[in-house]
Nanobody
């Protein structure tokens, strides 16, 4: 089992940047493929980015490509989401998620694929 705690959210101006962090505890992070999701008020949860166990493979939702970067430091048990050029439509609660993975190359875009979730961190980009 693994526990996940997100941090780094906040209220910023459109165009600003934030670094979200997801610190894990329990089993070693390198056993898990990781993902970031977000949910805006009144909307369904949306996939944002995912990374494989080793960190060499990533995938993103089209709307954040070129602005967001997912990365991980397995030695620090931490996954990051660098969010640049924030837009008001990026406003949401951001969640990290972990999937116990036996595939070194697997990246997962469906929320139902993940086994564990954090509590979320609020990101608000004002215009």
């Amino acid at each position: 089992q693994v526990q996940l705690v997100e941090s780094g959210g906040g209220l910023v101006q459109a165009g600003d940047s934030l670094t979200l962090a997801c610190v894990t505890s329990g089993r070693p992070l390198d056993m898990y493929a990781m993902g970031w999701f977000r949910q805006a008020p009144g909307k369904e949860r949306e996939f944002v980015a995912a990374i494989n166990r080793g960190g060499g493979r990533t995938t993103y939702v089209e709307s954040v490509k070129g602005r967001f970067t997912i990365s991980r430091d397995n030695a620090k048990n931490t996954v990051y989401l660098q969010v640049n050029s924030l837009k008001p439509e990026d406003t949401a609660v951001y969640y990290c998620a972990a999937k116990l993975s036996y595939s070194d190359n697997g990246v997962y875009t469906r929320g139902s694929s993940y086994d564990y979730w954090g509590q979320g961190t609020q990101v608000t980009a004002s215009s």
